[in-house]
């Protein structure tokens, strides 16, 4: 997973492992990463023994204000790609999110961030 931020390292100003644990195949992934725009992303995920996934990632602005969130919190029953789903800043509900690892976020952020 953290060969992602070779991979894509254009993007990234910084980035720093606030946690990190793993046993077997499960992990447990906590990261703050400033990227090349000067916004920021707080990227948690977690693999568990039996194989399910949790997961949210938080972009802000560079003053920190929140721009958007993915995550797979199962509160959202009634977004179509439930549990995935998508929070903005202008809506109240979340949206679909086509957005469930960390190699499809910084995709899309290396297509909207102009560096």
């Known amino acids: 997973m953290l060969q992602l931020f070779s991979r894509y390292t254009a993007l990234f100003d910084s980035w720093q492992i606030l946690r990190y644990e793993q046993e077997g195949e499960s992990y447990l992934l906590h990261i703050k990463a400033r990227l090349c725009d000067g916004s920021w992303l707080v990227l948690r995920d977690y693999l568990f023994q039996d194989g399910s996934r949790k997961y ?5 602005n560079a003053d920190e204000t929140f721009r958007r969130r993915w ?5 959202w029953p009634t977004v179509p790609t439930s549990p995935h789903h998508e929070h903005r800043p202008d809506c109240e509900i979340p949206g679909a ?14 297509k909207v961030i102009q560096c």
């Open 71 to 75: 995550d797979n919190a199962p509160h």
């Open 56 to 60: 949210s990632y938080h972009w802000m």
């Open 97 to 110: 999110s086509v957005i469930t690892n960390l190699e499809d976020l910084f995709a899309y952020l290396e």
